[in-house]
């Protein structure tokens, strides 16, 4: 709780500055399906979308969102190159998706073709990935694709989060209530409204506070103490 506490309390500080910001975050699925990889290109992999997406206004972690983005690679072939020095080569295709975790929902895929040589297939793949980078224009659109995609979900479906939030706050779960309040994004519809359900939240859990550290103590919470 006291991390959405704090949460919020950002949120509501930096809210006016934020208008023109539109960051949507994004958690990182592990590579669950297609070529298995070895540990290390997923670890890469996974470093890599963080760091290219990030410039398009996505924030993407392994922290839980609605939200996600996966990859996965499937190989067209795989082939030893004779040396010296003995190389492998793959012509392998990266599949990105990103999609809603919550409904079951992809909002856009993108398959990039790659064509590596390395000294082992673990190389070759590590090569694969330093196209995966901010510069490549496909990856942008892709992001833009899905930026718009998800953007469009919460100017659909913000009264739906909003119910929720003021449902978790009239049983007393304001952890709960701040979480749906404050995942509106600064640029969609409704940001307005949830940004002042969560300032009215906030301070509806202040005034409890104030209330129960105000209340004179019992004569037997005094002699205990």
């Not at 499937?74 to 012509?91: N, R």
């Not at 009264?159 to 007393?172: F, I, N, P, V």
Request: hydrophobic share 40%.
């Amino acid at each position: 709780m006291k991390k959405i506490l704090c949460f919020v309390a950002l949120f509501i500080v930096t809210a006016l500055q934020a208008q023109d910001d539109c960051d949507i975050e994004l958690m990182i699925a592990p590579v669950e399906q297609g070529e298995p990889l070895p540990q290390s290109v997923e670890n890469q992999l996974q470093a890599k979308l963080m760091n290219a997406l990030s410039t398009n206004g996505l924030t993407v972690g392994k922290d839980y969102s609605q939200f996600f983005i996966a990859a996965r690679l499937d190989h067209s072939y795989t082939e030893a190159v004779p040396g010296p020095p003995a190389q492998v080569a793959i012509h392998t295709t990266l599949t990105l998706y990103i999609g809603d975790v919550k409904n079951q929902k992809i909002f856009v895929s993108e398959g990039f073709e790659l064509r590596v040589v390395g000294r082992s297939e673990e190389r070759a793949l590590t090569n694969a990935l330093s196209r995966i980078n901010a510069r490549n224009n496909a990856l942008s659109e892709f992001a833009e694709k899905g930026k718009t995609q998800i953007i469009d979900h919460f100017n659909n479906h913000y009264e739906a989060y909003l119910d929720k939030a003021r449902q978790a706050d009239s049983k007393g779960n304001t952890d709960e209530a701040l979480y749906y309040a404050t995942l509106i994004p600064a640029c969609c519809s409704g940001y307005a409204a949830a940004k002042q359900l969560a300032e009215n939240i906030w301070q509806k859990h202040n005034a409890k506070q104030h209330e129960k550290t105000a209340q004179p103590k019992s004569a037997k919470e005094v002699g205990r103490a």
